[in-house]
């Protein structure tokens, strides 16, 4: 069971940047896909990104466009989220996730069975 701790949120104006980050601690990042979602107010969860655990290269979702960076530090056991551009839009919780699930699946968050508590992401217009 591996658990999840995420730092970095905040308040910035659009335009400015953050970097989110997630500390893995009683497993290995290694050994899961690590994701990042969010959510806001009155919406669905919404895949951001995420890294296979076969693999080094990340996935994104289709809102991304380029302006986010999403890695994986195995000798820290973390994963980060560089957000870099931001718009109002982007102002949610922004979760850090866990999980095995297979390659068709990244992207829903059902597959993910461990749970960081959240850290909030305002962006002021």
């Known amino acids: 069971q591996v658990e999840l701790v995420e730092s970095g949120g905040g308040f910035v104006q659009a335009g400015g940047s953050l970097r989110l980050s997630c500390a893995a601690s009683?497993?290995?990042?290694?050994?899961?896909?690590m994701a990042w979602f969010r959510q806001a107010p009155g919406k669905d969860r919404e895949f951001v990104s995420a890294?296979?655990?076969?693999?080094?290269?990340?996935y994104y979702g289709d809102f991304v466009k380029g302006r986010f960076t999403m890695s994986r530090d195995t000798a820290k056991n973390t994963v980060s989220l560089q957000m870099n551009n931001l718009k109002p839009e982007d102002s949610a919780v922004y979760y850090c996730?866990?999980?095995?699930?297979?390659?068709?699946?990244?992207?829903?968050?059902?597959?993910?069975?461990?749970w960081g508590q959240g850290t909030q992401v305002t962006i002021s217009s």
């Open positions: 009683g497993s290995t990042v290694r050994n899961y896909n």
């Open positions: 890294i296979r655990w076969t693999s080094s290269t990340p």
């Open positions: 996730a866990a999980g095995r699930g297979i390659l068709s699946e990244m992207r829903n968050h059902q597959s993910y069975y461990n």
